[in-house]
């Protein structure tokens, strides 16, 4: 029988999945038309019955800017709730259960009544999604960024292992990285400006954690929970967990 780590066997029971199920982008712009009645998303995304999902993933729930939210999702913003992967992945399996168990309120309601139930689906829709986030660094994304002037400063791997977790150092300095998926998956070193460290293909991820430290030993770092399959960049090192990601730069 294999065994999986307490936080992969978590994932793996909230998507009702098997741990073979990988992530794609490509069929997930399918399944997304499911949603599209509500929801818009890409250039020119306006709010409709659902609000724009452009940059949702690492967004604060509720906050969309012109889109009016009901009382659950509201309660659920002022309690802290942050969208990642994992709790996007819950909310679209059962969106008014989802609210009550994060809220404690047991009268909360959703405007959402849509149910997502394939896990296959939801890890697709998901990887769709976050290709239009920007806290979800793709190696496409990042050539474009570089293409157009932008602020990154290192060029992608272009061959990341299935739901790797993945690291890049756009710092100014050399510093000591861990990645992490679960299990025996944890890989470390240090990384000049611009070197990516990535954990190997991994059989089922959905998210994992990046760390940084100033050495190797190094006690007060930093470390972030990031999507699979992305490429996570560390911008500005400041010990105390007080780095600047990319999924936490503006």
Known sequence: ?????????????????????????????????????????????????????????????GTFDGFKYGKGMKEASEKGLIWDAEKIAEYITNPKKYLRAYTGNKRAKAKMKFKLKDAQQRLDVIAYISTFSESAMTPEKAATMSEDGGDTMATMPSDIPTNAICVQNSGQETYFFAVDGGGDSRKTGHLEPGETLCTGALE??????????????HLEGCTRIVASGMVEQMRKYADFDRCLWSSNDG
């Open 204 to 217: 089922m991820a959905m998210q994992g954690k990046v760390s940084v430290f100033e050495t190797e030993d």
């Open 1 to 61: 029988m294999k065994i999986f780590p307490p936080a992969a066997a978590a994932l793996i029971a909230l998507l009702g999945a098997s741990p073979i199920l990988a992530q794609d982008a490509d069929a997930g712009k399918t399944v997304f038309k499911k949603c599209a009645a509500c929801h818009k998303i890409g250039d020119g995304a306006k709010n409709a019955a659902g609000p724009v999902l452009n940059n949702v993933i690492g967004r604060a729930a």
